[in-house]
């Protein structure tokens, strides 16, 4: 689960870096000129969502039952916000008009018509998506058999019932004198008894 979300977390910081798609456009005086988007220009979310995945390795070993169900499922809802927005711009690329209005492309450039090109930056994304998917899921379903910060340092029910010290304070807590033993207190209240016959 916590290679799951470092994983998720890396592809997504490496897909927001890289090219996604190219389109050339014809910029005065330089002749065409080509302009990448970057997965950090058409989806600026994804390095939060990165972020979010890293955070995630560490909060989901401190907390347990339900914050760690919602931490899960907050996780896959970001892997499949992303997946569905990789899903989008594939089916629907961005046109070289929408490239040309970029930041980085040349002032007052002209978009050359049927001229984007596709890298692999949206394929790493989508990786990204199903390991946060992966990993909410993980969350999820398999909250109690996941370990949680501290657990083992905790007292177990038998042990505690076993230490002399923590039998003593229990005892006091309930109105009984440990320094008293059975016998002797039931020795005590016989005694009592006859007595107060005889009286």
């Given at each position: 689960m916590s290679l799951a979300l470092a994983g998720g977390a890396a592809a997504l910081e490496g897909a927001a870096r890289l090219a996604w798609f190219t389109a050339g456009v014809d910029a005065v005086g330089r002749g065409?000129?080509?302009?990448?988007?970057?997965?950090?220009?058409?989806?600026?979310?994804?390095?939060?969502?990165?972020?979010?995945?890293?955070?995630?390795?560490?909060?989901a070993v401190a907390v347990?039952?339900?914050?760690?169900?919602?931490?899960?499922?907050?996780?896959?809802?970001?892997?499949?916000?992303?997946?569905?927005?990789?899903?989008?711009?594939?089916?629907?690329?961005?046109?070289?008009?929408?490239?040309?209005d970029l930041p980085g492309a040349p002032a007052g450039g002209t978009a050359v018509a049927d001229s984007v090109a596709s890298h692999p930056g949206p394929l790493l994304a989508a990786l990204g998506a199903v390991l946060l998917i992966t990993a909410g899921a993980a969350l999820v379903a398999a909250d109690r058999r996941l370990p949680r910060l501290g657990a083992r340092y905790s007292a177990r029910p038998e042990q505690a019932a076993t230490d002399p010290d923590r039998?003593?304070?229990?005892?006091?807590?309930?109105?009984?004198d440990p320094t008293v033993e059975a016998g002797d207190a039931g020795a005590g209240r016989s005694d009592g008894g006859a007595s107060g016959g005889n009286v």
């Amino acid at each position: 689960m916590s290679l799951a979300l470092a994983g998720g977390a890396a592809a997504l910081e490496g897909a927001a870096r890289l090219a996604w798609f190219t389109a050339g456009v014809d910029a005065v005086g330089r002749g065409t000129v080509d302009v990448t988007a970057t997965g950090a220009d058409l989806l600026p979310a994804l390095s939060g969502i990165a972020l979010l995945a890293l955070a995630a390795v560490a909060a989901a070993v401190a907390v347990a039952g339900l914050p760690r169900r919602v931490l899960g499922a907050l996780v896959a809802a970001a892997g499949g916000y992303v997946g569905v927005m990789v899903v989008r711009l594939l089916v629907s690329p961005p046109s070289p008009a929408d490239l040309a209005d970029l930041p980085g492309a040349p002032a007052g450039g002209t978009a050359v018509a049927d001229s984007v090109a596709s890298h692999p930056g949206p394929l790493l994304a989508a990786l990204g998506a199903v390991l946060l998917i992966t990993a909410g899921a993980a969350l999820v379903a398999a909250d109690r058999r996941l370990p949680r910060l501290g657990a083992r340092y905790s007292a177990r029910p038998e042990q505690a019932a076993t230490d002399p010290d923590r039998a003593t304070w229990e005892a006091l807590d309930a109105g009984v004198d440990p320094t008293v033993e059975a016998g002797d207190a039931g020795a005590g209240r016989s005694d009592g008894g006859a007595s107060g016959g005889n009286v």
